[in-house]
């Protein structure tokens, strides 16, 4: 049995999507990229995730809706 290691998982962290517009991100509660390369230590932890520089796209974003913030969250 072999378990995956090109991947990286992220929570409440900047995620900026378009190359056109660098300072739009959104912050989702989760997100999951299958192909990127995994921080293995604390000097490469990121400190945001932007895809035109990791060229790997989210697979799966997450994002649990609050009254308080509904309009911005859909």
């Known amino acids: 049995h072999h378990l995956r290691s090109d ?16 300072q739009w ?15 293995t230590n604390l000097q490469e932890l990121r400190l945001s995730y932007v895809i035109w520089q990791e060229e790997v796209s989210p697979f799966l974003v997450v994002e649990l809706a609050s009254p308080g913030t509904e309009d911005e969250d859909l």
């Open 7 to 22: 991947y990286f998982i992220a929570k409440d962290l900047n995620l900026y999507y378009d190359r056109q517009h660098t």
């Open 25 to 39: 991100y959104k912050r989702p509660d989760w997100f999951l990229v299958l192909g990127a390369r995994r921080s």
